[in-house]
C-alpha cells in the first residue's frame, strides 16, 4: 500500500480561482481529514470525513468546502482564492476518528 | 478553548545530552494526546500516543494533568532525531488540534 497519497504535489493559482484538491486514503480507512498548514506553523483543520458525511468543520470560511466519495476519496474545493491560502494541504486517514492518523505528503498551493 | 502550545520553536543539543521538547494543553475533559513527527522530505507521521504509554525511539511522554502538559523526552540524543516534532490534541468533532511545533537540531 503506496499510503495516502494526494495530487496534485504543487499548484499555482491566481487571487479569485478555485481550485480542487484530492486525497486517498489507505486501503480500508473510512475516514479522511483536511488540515491546513501554513509556513511556520503547525497543522490546523479544515474538514473531517467519515462513511461520506461530514463529522467535522474547523474554523474557515465557506470558501472552502469538501466531500468524500463512496471509494472513501476525497475532495477539498477552495472558491475566491485568497493569497493567504497559500500554504501545503494535508490530508490524513484513519479507520474511524481522529486515531492513528495517517498523513499523505500534502498539496502545495501558492496563490499569486 | 482547546489549544496546544510548544513554547520552543528550535531546540539545538549536541548528541548523546538528553532531550526534552515541552507541550502544554488546555481543553475540559480527559484529553487524547499525540507527538508527531516530520524528518527532513519526509510526511508527517505519529511518533506516540499517551494512552499507548509506549516508548518509540527511545521517546517518552507521561501525560501530567496536573500541569496540563505532555513533554516529550529522550535521554540520550541522536544526530538521526533532528526533525519538526508537533504534539496534537484530539478535540470536539474528532480534529487534531496541532502546536507550533518544534524544531529539533541535534548536532554531532
Known amino acids: 500500500d503506496a499510503g495516502v497519497t494526494q495530487s496534485p504535489t504543487h499548484l499555482i493559482k491566481t487571487r479569485g480561482q478555485h481550485v480542487t484538491l484530492r486525497c486517498s486514503p489507505i486501503?480500508?480507512?473510512?475516514?479522511v481529514s483536511w488540515y491546513q498548514q501554513v509556513l511556520g506553523q503547525g497543522p490546523q483543520f479544515i474538514f473531517q470525513?467519515?462513511?461520506?458525511?461530514?463529522?467535522g468543520r474547523g474554523n474557515f470560511p465557506d470558501r472552502f468546502s469538501a466531500r468524500q466519495f463512496p471509494n472513501y476519496s476525497s475532495e477539498l474545493n477552495v472558491n475566491a482564492l485568497l493569497l493567504g491560502d497559500s500554504a501545503l494541504y494535508l490530508c490524513a486517514s484513519s479507520l474511524l476518528g481522529p486515531y492513528e492518523q495517517y498523513f499523505g505528503p500534502g498539496t502545495r498551493l501558492t496563490v499569486t | 478553548a482547546q489549544r496546544v502550545t510548544q513554547p520552543e520553536k528550535l531546540l539545538s543539543v549536541f548528541k548523546g545530552a538528553p532531550v526534552e521538547l515541552k507541550c502544554n494543553y488546555s481543553y475540559s475533559g480527559s484529553p487524547e494526546l499525540f507527538w508527531y513527527v516530520q524528518y527532513s522530505r519526509q510526511r508527517l507521521q505519529l511518533l506516540l500516543r499517551h494512552i499507548s504509554r509506549e516508548s518509540i525511539k527511545g521517546f517518552t511522554a507521561d501525560l501530567n494533568k496536573g500541569e496540563t502538559s505532555f513533554h516529550l523526552k529522550k535521554p540520550f540524543a541522536q544526530e538521526e532525531d533532528s526533525a519538526m516534532y508537533y504534539c496534537a490534541l484530539s478535540g470536539q468533532g474528532g480534529k487534531l488540534i496541532f502546536g507550533q511545533g518544534t524544531e529539533l537540531s541535534v548536532k554531532p
Open positions: 486501503s480500508g480507512h473510512k475516514s
Open positions: 470525513y467519515y462513511e461520506k458525511e461530514e463529522r
